[in-house]
């Protein structure tokens, strides 16, 4: 059952499938791969790629901040004055 659990955690997905999990359009998982701010594996050592789940997981983790939410006014990111 833990090898199951590993090989989902480190499954690969396509670009498409990574826009998907990630939330982003196609368009911009390409220019972050291009820009090398999202870690690839190139299974054929040419164009094809594929992205790691758990590298996925760690840049979601890296990059996503908690919103501010402001109970005086009941909407995100308003500061009191």
Excluded: C, W
């Excluded at 760690?58 to 901040?65: I, P």
């Amino acid at each position: 059952m833990e090898e199951r659990m590993l090989e989902q955690h480190d499954e690969l997905l396509t670009a498409a499938e990574a826009a998907e999990f990630l939330g982003l359009r196609l368009a911009t998982i390409r220019k972050l791969t291009y820009r090398r701010q999202l870690p690839v594996i190139r299974p054929t050592g040419r164009r094809a790629v594929r992205f790691r789940r758990s590298h996925l997981e760690k840049v979601l983790k890296e990059r996503t901040q908690p919103a501010f939410f402001n109970v005086a006014y009941g909407r995100e990111g308003s500061e009191r004055q």
